[in-house]
């Protein structure tokens, strides 16, 4: 059932217009971490329904069409990955990915599936709804964006990036790349062979100026590399990331 929750005094303000509010599918087996969750965000004003497997999370999200997915990899009946393949396939929606493990396989294999952000347990309840909300916000950035017309489509080399239709082309073939690493690549693109460190880019793309989140930038480049080509994306070590681009 739906429940909702009037934001409390001291709640980050919710993400929703008037009279509209989001809504969240929180998919957890732990009962003790899905009650934290669903009352934080509740509290932020969102709409929260939980799931406790992997069926129930698929059927649920078909019914109840969730503005988020909050996932944990560890499920009973299958795993996160296979529901977000799921999830994904029915119809886009943001996947924030959740794992106990601090393994970097499986944040990537994760990102490959089509979640947008990670985050490894243990996590505080405060950063968590910042990552919903920096989601929900990227959402409505790219619905303005694909609503207004933009001229032409950046072209660096072989690589192709069309702002409007939020489409990347790699040697004229498509790359599908998820929200955040488009808005990653953008970021990049912007500012071409210029280095970003990663504590501007957590700011610039994830609206998330804590420097503890630097690890989240380093497996989206990975992951972004892997898509669009290793050598177009430079390390500065100890700095941060550049667009390469070939020579004019």
Sequence with gaps: MEQTHTSQSGAAAPTTTPGAQRRVLVVEDDPTIVDAIAARLR?????VQT??????AVDTAEAWQPDLLI?????????????????QAQRPVPVLMLTARDDETDMLVGLGVGADDYMTKPFSMRELAARVHVLLRRVERATIAASTPRSGILRLGELEIDHAQRRVRVKAEDVHLTPTEFDLLVCLANTPRAVL?????????????????????????????????AERIRTVHGVGYALET???
């Design 43 to 47: 509290a932020e004003g969102f709409l």
């Design 246 to 248: 070939p020579n004019p």
């Design 197 to 229: 460190s990663r504590e501007q880019l957590l700011a610039e793309v994830w609206d998330w100026a804590d420097a503890s989140g630097t690890r989240t930038v380093d497996s989206h480049i990975k992951a972004l590399r892997r898509k669009i080509g």
């Design 71 to 87: 996932l944990d990899i560890m499920l009973p009946g299958f795993d996160g990955l296979e529901v977000c393949r799921r999830v």
């Design 51 to 56: 799931a406790a497997d992997g069926p129930a």
